[in-house]
């Protein structure tokens, strides 16, 4: 059984996101982190209303981009990297033009803006440039550490483990499908672990989850 084709077909990938201006789609992968979809999508669309360009941002405050995107939580740290992309557009066009850039190039010049991490970069590469790249988030982490598919903690490393697992035209499909299977199965506390069809291909579970439940 190879446990991430269960979990492709149990979470399917839906097709591209619709295609938005790389600088508000960047802004959106950084107000995700740490929150869920909706309150992640109200602060941007707020933060998209009150400030529509690069220029409005550039110039907002920091204050007031905290204040517009307070729905999604850590709201001085994302405003500060908000208003670090919104200069960094402004003064070479750096995000448009990561969109013309080989795919290696434009994750390099995103993880040189301060506040930028890999992850993020990734997520923008895979999204924008179809970049053959399975960003490493907390979700994909952890059901990749359970089932035993990399045995690291370290973001390269982990990312290494599953590129040899998955092909190229399969990791977009297989970062968003381990997102939505840590969610809503192997989640950070409690998973459901009896109901899910990897138990017995499952290290975690073999390993602990049973022993701890008192399950021969
Ligand atoms: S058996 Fe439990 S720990 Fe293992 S993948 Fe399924 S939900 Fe996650």
């Known amino acids: 059984m190879d446990p991430l ?19 508000f789609g960047l802004i959106g ?18 933060l998209e209303r009150l400030y529509g360009s690069a220029a409005d941002l550039a110039k907002a405050s920091v204050t007031d981009i905290a204040n517009a995107i307070r729905q999604a939580g850590m709201q001085h740290e994302k405003a500060v990297i ?19 850039m080989p795919w290696k190039k434009a994750r390099d010049n995103l993880r040189a803006i301060k506040g930028v991490g890999t992850k993020t970069a990734d997520v923008f590469c895979m999204i924008y ?12 982490k952890r059901v990749s550490q359970r089932l035993g598919l990399t045995k690291s903690r370290n973001y ?9 697992l998955v092909p190229e035209d399969k990791r977009k499909a297989t970062h968003l499908s381990m997102i939505r299977f840590g969610r809503e199965v192997c989640k950070a506390r409690e998973p459901r672990c009896r109901e899910c069809p990897l138990n017995s291909v499952c290290l975690w579970y073999l390993s602990t989850a049973k022993s701890q439940a008192g399950l021969p």
Do not use: C, F
Request: charged letters at 25%.
């Open 5 to 23: 084709e269960v979990i492709r077909r149990m979470y399917p990938w839906q097709g591209p996101p619709v295609a938005r201006d790389p600088l």
């Open 29 to 46: 992968i950084v107000l995700s982190q740490h929150t869920n979809d909706k309150n992640a999508w109200t602060a941007e669309m707020n």
């Open 82 to 100: 908000i208003r670090e992309l919104a200069s960094h557009e402004l003064l070479d066009g750096l995000i448009s033009r990561s969109l013309s």
């Open 129 to 140: 440039l179809n970049a053959p790249v399975l960003p490493i988030d907390v979700h994909v």
């Open 156 to 164: 390269d490393e982990i990312q290494a483990d599953l590129h040899k």
